[in-house]
Nanobody, 123 residues
Framework: QVQLVESGGGLVQAGGSLRLSCAASGRTFSSYAMGWFRQAPGKEREFVAAISWSGGSTYYADSVKGRFTISRDNAKNTVYLQMNSLKPEDTAVYYC????????????????WGQGTQVTVSS
């Protein structure tokens, strides 16, 4: 069982930066692939980024590639999402998720989810 708690969301102007954190409970965090997803009002949940259990492999949605960076610190049971050059279309609730397998871009692969953190980018 893994419990996830996101933090770091907020209101930022376009072009600004935010760093999201996702703290995980449980001793097996380092065995999980982790992902970030987001959901804007009236839209489906979409993949943002994922990272392998070791941190050696990362994956990004085309819409955030070059602007967002996913990383993890297994000693701190935490995964991060550094978001730079934010755009109004990045506005959404951001969720972190844990997958005991290889992770990836499909939300149904992930077994555990956080409650989400709101990111609002003003123009």
């Amino acid at each position: 069982q893994v419990q996830l708690v996101e933090s770091g969301g907020g209101l930022v102007q376009a072009g600004g930066s935010l760093r999201l954190s996702c703290a995980a409970s449980g001793r097996t965090f380092s065995s999980y692939a982790m992902g970030w997803f987001r959901q804007a009002p009236g839209k489906e949940r979409e993949f943002v980024a994922a990272i392998s259990w070791s941190g050696g492999s990362t994956y990004y949605a085309d819409s955030v590639k070059g602007r967002f960076t996913i990383s993890r610190d297994n000693a701190k049971n935490t995964v991060y999402l550094q978001m730079n050059s934010l755009k109004p279309e990045d506005t959404a609730v951001y969720y972190c998720a844990a997958d005991p397998s290889t992770g990836g871009s499909y939300y149904y692969l992930y077994d555990y989810w956080g409650q989400g953190t709101q990111v609002t980018v003003s123009s």
